[in-house]
């Protein structure tokens, strides 16, 4: 007797329980065409995410679903260091050789700042722990890979908006930990059974529509949404926000930053991994013979710091208040995407505006005021409101308003 996921793409997906992570899960299985498999250390993550992942996959099933249908809302989730091989060895063993599809490898520490304090730390995690998993994947014949990088790489760019064709020269440790790994994939691609995608994100935001997943940092978010969110809801109890300088050539003379919904990001993960397929054409123009390409993934439309401020004032009503001071050393003027190669041969759209982000961002935050923590979210009616701003001996909270990032390990 065949097994129900016999005709379902087995397809795992490292850092499946994060922010970025588990909306990519929510869109493989909005297909019902993979079986997804979550890798998952848990460093930054929740493993309740995937339990709410897959409640929204069940109650999206038909009422005559198929077993198979039925097999594809249920994540095989497993907790795993992708520092450790035999770790990852143990789950691509579990389906044998040729059991894995393909692998979306989102798992990865993703702080500047502390890249340049722990720069061993994120060689190790960022860069060797993708060799361990490339290595494994060639042990069981799985060489199709999506591979989640950064805009990052390009460091201060020449021109804006930026191609693909930019040169890479990254400013940070984190940065030159993706250039290294689209390095090796790209290596690696050369022998003709590997083919691989690499999707530099810009700035991902918002949270499904339900406010059942979303993102929920362990400790004070190092981001700009997540910190105005987590102001507005009373769990970050500052009285301003700093923000580091307005004298940019910008307008409002603020850092400006390409922000798209993270639905816009997991389904740019779903196209990639369906060029993966063998009749894929994306590689027949490939400049060398590695059938190796970057993306970009962005809206192609810049937000200044001010701008997205006033945005979540107008999604929470909370009254933001903030502070001007100097520039921050490493800070560049401009990060915005051009998209044009991922729409023209991925199909890929950031289709929500900055509205529809700040919506159900706090839509996600206001139904968890605790994140993942809060236990039984309030009825969509019940509206929440927010904790006002504590003003006595409140230290002054840090906007960053930092190169884009990937996603939690």
Not at 13 to 38: D, N
Not at 275 to 287: E, G, H, I, R, T
Not at 309 to 325: C, L, P, Q, S
Request: charged share 25%; net charge neutral; with cysteine.
């Amino acid at each position: 007797m065949s097994s129900p996921s016999e005709n379902l793409k087995r397809v795992i997906v490292t850092g499946g329980a994060g922010y970025i992570g588990s909306h990519v899960v929510f869109s493989l299985q909005e297909t019902r065409r993979y079986k997804v498999i979550s890798i998952d250390n848990h460093h930054n993550s929740h493993p309740k995410s995937l339990d709410r992942v897959a409640q929204l996959a069940r109650e999206a099933l038909p009422k005559d679903a198929t077993e198979q249908e039925k097999d594809s809302a249920e994540i095989d989730s497993h907790t795993c260091d992708l520092t450790k091989p035999d770790e990852i060895r143990r789950v691509f063993e579990k389906y044998g050789k040729g059991g894995i599809w393909g692998v979306v490898h989102v798992a990865a520490y993703k702080a500047v700042g502390e890249s340049t304090e722990f720069p061993l730390l994120y060689y190790a995690n960022n860069v060797g722990a993708t060799i361990s998993l490339l290595q494994v994947m060639s042990e069981f014949d799985c060489h199709r890979m999506v591979y989640s990088s950064s805009a990052t790489v390009y460091g201060t760019p020449p021109t804006i908006p930026i191609p693909e064709t930019t040169r890479v020269k990254a400013d940070s440790p984190y940065g030159k930990t993706k250039i290294m790994s689209e390095t090796i994939l790209e290596d690696l691609c050369t022998e003709p059974r590997w083919r691989a995608l690499s999707l530099r994100y810009f700035n991902p935001a918002g949270a499904h529509p339900s406010g059942r997943i979303g993102e929920d940092p362990r400790g004070r978010p190092g981001n700009l949404l997540p910190l105005l969110a987590h102001m507005a809801v009373g769990r970050v109890k500052d009285d301003k926000l700093r923000v580091f300088g307005n004298d940019y050539p910008t307008p409002d003379g603020t850092c400006v930053r390409d922000y798209l919904h993270v639905m816009d990001l997991a389904k740019g993960h779903l196209l990639a991994l369906n060029a993966l397929s063998d009749d894929s054409k994306v590689f027949d123009n490939c400049p060398t013979p590695a059938r190796f390409k970057a993306y970009n993934l962005g809206k192609g439309k810049g937000m200044s710091v001010l701008q997205i401020v006033e945005a979540m004032r107008k999604a929470t009503g909370f009254d933001y208040k903030y502070e001007i001071i100097g520039r921050r050393r490493g800070d560049v003027p401009d990060l915005t995407a051009d998209p044009a190669l991922a729409e023209a041969e991925l199909g890929f759209h950031a289709e929500a505006d900055l509205e529809t982000m700040c919506k159900d961002l706090w839509n996600w935050q206001t139904k968890n005021p605790n994140g993942y923590d809060t236990e039984v979210p309030p009825a969509p009616s019940q509206r929440f409101v927010p904790e006002p701003a504590k003003t006595e001996q409140q230290p002054i909270a840090t906007i960053i308003p930092s190169a884009p990032v990937s996603t939690t390990a």
